[in-house]
């Protein structure tokens, strides 16, 4: 647990934002820096456990789909070393697991697109026959890929708050019908192609959550995170079965041991046992390795 970071403390800049897992800071009016903390969140709650390299692995995989998706979306990446920024004291804060990244104006939507019928998306479907209100063919079963990819977007909420499914008029609403079409279109490709890949290295990329800015020029751009283990569902090919709930890479290891605790999903979150933050560990670092090397 002493390699953990729970929460960064780089003095020599000013702090701009502490999100869920991110602390931001101010490198001068075009750049910040973003340092992926181990914090760890599940149901919106940032729980009070870190997870020893998770910051690490975040950093190496969003930085591989950067780069290997940049010829479809222009991303925030500035390429400067983190390290070139801070104070030579701070630099083990920022290694591996920081970037700097071009300060943008980010939209008020999330973009998740889902590929198969799972989660919240399942929950509904069963309710319902529709996903985030998009009607689907009956039948369907838990886990099966859906018959088209499907972008439901949501707004973003502040710490401790529930993000909120919006439909794509409300979507349009709150973009305009021009950007919030080119984001529909931008996210249904990033996240295809990322899972056509993804299949070659045994991984299913079930669903994801990507967020997009615009620079000064009203260009579309990739920023915060991409297809992390904390922003999408990977289940691995091997053991994929129609019917039921794969077993992931990401977090829900840690989301079905607190549902399994009694916990009621408020905060203050409960610390995780070693053995949970043990075995969440090694499923991280296995997403890592099977995607990056």
Request: charged content about 25%; glycine content about 6%.
């Amino acid at each position: 647990m002493t390699d953990a970071l729970y929460e960064s403390s780089i003095t020599s800049l000013p702090l701009i934002h502490k999100g869920k897992v991110r602390d931001i800071y101010a490198v001068d009016d075009q750049r910040m820096l973003i340092v992926t903390s181990d914090r760890l969140s599940a149901f919106d709650v940032v729980m009070p456990t870190p997870i020893p390299g998770k910051g690490r692995v975040l950093t190496a995989v969003a930085d591989f789909w950067f780069r290997k998706l940049a010829d479809i979306l222009p991303n925030q990446l500035t390429g400067d070393a983190p390290e070139s920024v801070v104070l030579p004291a701070e630099r083990d804060q920022v290694a591996g697991r920081a970037i700097v990244a071009k300060r943008l104006k980010a939209l008020p939507v999330e973009a998740i697109v889902r590929g198969y019928l799972v989660g919240s998306g399942w929950s509904d479907y069963r309710k319902t026959g529709t996903v985030c209100g998009i009607p689907l063919p009956a039948g369907l079963r838990q886990a099966e890929k859906l018959p088209q990819t499907l972008f439901t977007p949501s707004t973003k909420a502040a710490v401790g708050e529930h993000d909120e499914n919006i439909d794509f008029a409300a979507c349009e609403r709150l973009l305009g019908a021009e950007l919030a079409a080119k984001v529909r279109a931008a996210a249904i490709t990033l996240y295809e192609t990322a899972a056509a890949y993804a299949l070659t290295r045994g991984i299913i990329i079930a669903d994801t959550k990507f967020e997009f800015g615009l620079d000064e020029a009203g260009t579309l751009t990739l920023i915060d995170e991409v297809l992390t283990p904390d922003s999408s569902r990977f289940w691995p090919l091997d053991q994929y079965q129609v019917g039921g709930n794969p077993p992931s890479f990401d977090k829900q290891y840690v989301r079905d041991w607190l549902i399994a605790s009694g916990w009621n999903k408020q905060a203050p979150g409960p610390a995780l046992p070693a053995e949970v933050v043990a075995h969440t560990t090694e499923k991280y670092e296995e997403a890592r390795r099977r995607l990056v090397e």
